[in-house]
């Protein structure tokens, strides 16, 4: 059960898509829950995979273990991933 501000999933498996930002090591990696309500600001960085718009929630980001890992929905281009990794970095680098 997520706490406070915490995102929670949807449906009967409280499931959420999530950016594999960083694997750390073969089980674990940081991740970064996406959500298609547009959101505005700092913590969050807009983009998009198979025509829909997906916001990163940077303020959101945890450690989670593969076994959480249900599906794959597909995977960012490098212009989008270097700029979820660039606004990440401004973010936790200030």
Known sequence: MNLGEEIFGKGEKLTRPVLIFRKFT?????????????????WYVETELKGVKRWAMLN???ILDKKR????????????????????????SS
């Open 26 to 42: 073969s089980n674990s990696f940081l991740g970064l829950p996406l959500t298609t309500q547009e959101k505005q600001g700092s």
């Open 60 to 62: 959101q980001a945890r």
């Open 69 to 92: 890992l249900t599906s794959r929905v597909g995977a960012l281009d490098n212009g989008q991933l270097n700029r979820v990794k660039r606004h990440f970095l401004e973010l936790y």
